[in-house]
């Protein structure tokens, strides 16, 4: 019924229907293709929303020089090794944090201090990302069980965590308590 490059010339001149229809034909695919190398479903969805996201933005300035399905899903894996890249990155980064609250000892003389030092922190973090923290630092829930009990995605999870604790180490080594 619609030809590809029929398709985007309609999204390029703002046709919403032309980007709907792109979205519902190729959505489900991207995110499968995507999940086999990321192999995280959540994340997936994430990634193939934000492309598409970028696409309706940039959709006058995009060069679509094969047919779009090619473009959509080589979009799609640049992206998905993008995230890899980053979830890597995060990972050692976080490895490198030498703040670690099980390392604390009630026996220790700083204890108290450390403890307090870390909760006025932990009172600065925006409303969300303490109670992501939260849940996940002191209750121990997963961040798939936090991701269904507030109701957001789980790479949300992940980045306010990450950014909880990159705030939370600065916050700490300002206040030079460790």
């Not at 001149?13 to 190729?26: A, E, V, W």
Request: proline share 1%; hydrophobic share 40%.
């Amino acid at each position: 019924m619609y030809n590809t490059d029929d398709i985007f010339l309609g999204i390029r001149h703002g046709d919403y229907n032309s980007f709907n229809h792109l979205f519902f034909c190729y959505y489900g695919r991207l995110c499968v293709y995507v999940s086999e190398i990321i192999k995280d479903d959540f994340a997936s969805e994430d990634i193939v929303q934000e492309l598409f996201i970028k696409l309706w933005a940039n959709r006058e300035r995009i060069e679509v020089r094969e047919n779009i399905a090619s473009y959509l899903f080589k979009s799609s894996k640049n992206a998905a090794l993008n995230y890899l890249r980053s979830e890597k990155s995060k990972k050692n980064a976080l490895e490198k944090i030498p703040f670690d609250i099980s390392r604390l000892d009630d026996d220790d003389l700083e204890h108290d201090k450390i403890l307090s030092a870390l909760e006025k922190c932990i009172n600065q973090l925006p409303a969300r990302s303490k109670e992501v923290f939260l849940l996940h630092r002191f209750e121990g829930l997963k961040q798939k069980e936090i991701s269904e009990k507030l109701n957001i995605s789980i790479q949300t999870i992940k980045n306010q965590i990450w950014k909880s604790l990159q705030f939370l180490k600065s916050c700490i080594e300002r206040k030079k308590v460790l």
